[in-house]
């Protein structure tokens, strides 16, 4: 079953992306919890951290170059932001398709929730 993410990667539903490449997408969280706040998804779905195989650490990776490079063409990279990613239910995650969550624009708390 298709989750939200493989229906914006299809452009069936609108997002305000921010970055794009052969991929990743990434596009302003629609439940903002930061001034910026932005997901980071791989095109290829892959539902949990758990799921990830021999070979997947490029996916990990791209999504974390990407959140950088993001940062750093947005002027706050200096400043500082974080980066969470949440496996499964008790960790957070609502999306079954893995994501890297980027907020920056106030300070961050620790610990976070």
């Known amino acids: 079953m298709a989750t939200i993410f493989d229906k ?18 990434a596009f302003r969280d629609i439940h903002p919890q930061a001034p910026v706040h932005v997901l ?3 095109k290829r779905a892959v539902a949990t951290l758990n799921d990830l195989g021999s070979g997947d650490e490029i ?19 200096e400043d500082g932001y974080r980066v969470v990613m949440n496996c499964n ?13 980027l907020l920056a624009g106030r300070p961050m708390a620790w610990p976070p929730g």
Do not use: N, W
């Open 59 to 77: 996916v990990v990776g791209r999504l974390a170059m990407a959140a950088a490079a993001y940062a750093k063409r947005e002027g706050f990279a």
């Open 8 to 25: 914006i990667i299809a452009r069936e539903i609108p997002a305000d992306v921010v970055f794009e490449d052969e991929h990743v997408l």
């Open 40 to 42: 980071f998804i791989p």
């Open 89 to 101: 239910r008790d960790g957070g995650q609502t999306v079954f398709h893995i994501h890297l969550h």
